[in-house]
């Protein structure tokens, strides 16, 4: 799915309108029908009880939508209080249109100072429609007293398209609305996707307005939105004469005295990927513990008892992806290792923890040898060993694809809304996922993950990018069984084969 900007937005919004024999008056009725129907499936009651629902309505089309939205819900036998914020003299022609409407059967509360505004109970909804994708400056006045006040209340906040000061593409100043909900028209937007502004967003929909999809593909575009369908292309059901040979030999170089489990972890991930074949490398003080754990792997045994010092020869291709650095540690010898490692490999690899910080800390010797279209997996401390600090999301994203593109590798920065950034400098942000995985392990367990589907041949960007949707959605899968709190990285190990399960079950029903 494509993240457009606010301008390629407003430009679907006119094509659509032109193309597709819609009025823009009945394109915002869609929209609205869209957010109520949305709206009514939530309910928003209290011991049987609709709660009162307060729209605050700014002057342009979004403010038009929540007239309209006050409309529909004033249908469905909701309590409603509307507020038209009277921060500018003119309006838009559907908001006039709108008000028209409303105005006929609900008095309407209009605010041109602090005074006017309605006191909002704790137990309300709040639709916040004052500004959209339209908003192009910091919010001032009585617009930015309002939105104090919603702010203030302890009630839900619903943000229509967005939440009101918040910049669908860029940097961010001022008064924001800290809703709730949000739920945007169409498309998701990058402002969604960014943890800082997690506290503006709340949890996120986005709802189909029949937007031209013409248009939508035709857009030019840099970030992405790894959805289910998009997954689902990529995903590959077996044939039935595919032999383990088929799903290639995935090595995986792991582990150090101490985080033995990482790499249990790590090849425990590979094998529920569905590698074929997978050899892992650990020194020789894991060896008991790997085998007893997973008695589907096959061992290479380091020289050393407490560290990786070598690896296993990798001349003949034998192996059709490596994934090093769980629990790897930075011995010096590790290090060693990894530079020689990285001079011989022809082929991308997949690279995760003390392998990305052994590489950060040797930047000038290591980079350049890293294979073209490898695979970091770095959580964000990690990423900034790589590139160093930036100030904003937006910042690092630019340092993101910056880096990508450089040095011609993939990199999937981990966090809610994980971002893999191609050395194209486009950016895939995830679907999947939930707090609970911010837990110990679940980093090896996607790069065995990666590493076990660049086994069976898919490319290094297909890899990546189904890999970190289904670690998301086993995660999130474990978590309503076990609840966020509780969850462990091996119950994401045991939730995979339901995970893949739904892609498959799909896939045969194509
Ligand atoms: N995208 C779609 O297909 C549809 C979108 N709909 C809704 O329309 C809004 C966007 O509406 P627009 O009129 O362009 O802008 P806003 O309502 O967000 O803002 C109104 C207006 O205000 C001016 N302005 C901007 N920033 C400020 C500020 N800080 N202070 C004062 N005034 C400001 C600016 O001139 C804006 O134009 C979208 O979000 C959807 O909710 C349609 O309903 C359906 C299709
Ligand atoms: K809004």
Redesign the pocket.
């Known amino acids: 799915m494509k993240i457009l900007t606010a301008k390629q937005?407003?430009e679907?919004?006119a094509y659509?309108i032109e193309q597709d024999a819609i009025s823009?008056i009945n394109?915002?009725e869609?929209?609205?029908v869209a957010f109520t129907n949305w709206f009514l499936r939530k309910g928003f009651s209290q011991n049987n009880r609709k709660r009162p629902v307060f729209v605050f309505c700014?002057?342009?089309?979004?403010?038009?939508?929540g007239l309209a939205i006050a409309r529909l819900l004033l249908g469905n036998q909701y309590e409603v209080t509307t507020c038209v914020v009277r921060?500018?003299e003119t309006t838009?022609a559907?908001f006039d249109q709108n008000y028209e409407r409303l105005k006929k059967k609900h008095p309407i509360i209009e605010a041109t100072e602090e005074t006017h505004l309605p006191d909002i109970p704790a137990n309300a909804v709040v639709i916040d429609?004052l500004?959209?994708?339209?908003?192009?400056?910091?919010?001032?006045g009585i617009?930015a007293q309002a939105v104090k006040k919603m702010n203030r209340s302890g009630a839900t906040l619903i943000a229509?398209?967005?939440a009101s000061g918040l910049l669908p593409d860029s940097l961010s100043s001022g008064v924001i609305v800290r809703a709730n909900y949000t739920i945007s028209?169409?498309l998701p937007k990058l402002a969604l996707l960014l943890p800082h502004n997690d506290k503006f967003v709340g949890s996120w929909e986005a709802v189909s307005?029949g937007?031209n999809q013409t248009f939508i593909d035709d857009a030019p575009t840099s970030n992405y939105y790894v959805n289910t369908a998009f997954a689902q292309k990529i995903f590959k059901p077996r044939s039935k004469f595919s032999h383990k040979g088929s799903f290639g030999h995935a090595l995986m170089i792991a582990g150090s005295e101490g985080k033995m489990g990482a790499a249990v972890m790590a090849v425990h991930g590979g094998l529920r990927a569905g590698a074929g074949l997978l050899t892992v490398h650990l020194p020789t003080r894991g060896y008991n513990v790997l085998q007893t754990a997973l008695p589907e792997a096959m061992v290479s045994l380091d020289a050393h008892a407490q560290y990786v010092s070598n690896f296993p020869s990798i001349d003949d291709k034998k192996y059709s992806a490596i994934g090093i650095g769980p629990g790897l540690g930075k011995h010096s010898n590790t290090l060693r290792c990894l530079t020689k490692l990285l001079e011989k490999a022809q082929q991308p690899m997949v690279i995760d923890a003390d392998a990305i910080n052994l590489i950060a800390e040797n930047q000038d010797k290591l980079l350049t040898n890293v294979p073209e279209y490898s695979i970091f997996t770095p959580h964000p401390k990690e990423f900034e060993r790589l590139v160093g600090r930036t100030s904003t999301d937006y910042a690092r994203l630019r340092t993101l694809k910056a880096f990508c593109q450089k040095h011609r590798v993939y990199v999937l920065l981990k966090g809610a809304h994980s971002a893999l950034a191609t050395p194209k400098g486009e950016v895939y942000f995830n679907s999947t996922g939930n707090p609970g995985m911010a837990t110990a392990g679940t980093g090896d367990v996607l790069t065995g993950i990666i590493t076990g589907l660049l086994s069976q041949r898919y490319t290094p960007f297909e890899a990546a990018a189904l890999g970190m949707y289904v670690h998301g959605l086993a995660g999130d899968f474990a978590a309503k069984a076990e609840g966020q709190y509780s969850l462990m990285a091996s119950d994401i190990i045991n939730y995979m084969g339901i995970a893949f399960k739904t892609l498959e079950n799909n896939a045969n029903h194509e």
């Open positions: 937005t407003k679907l919004d659509t823009s394109l915002m869609r929209a609205s700014g002057l342009g089309n979004n403010g038009g939508d921060y500018a838009s559907d429609a500004f959209g994708s339209g908003l192009n400056r910091t919010i001032e617009a229509v398209d967005i028209f169409e307005i937007l």
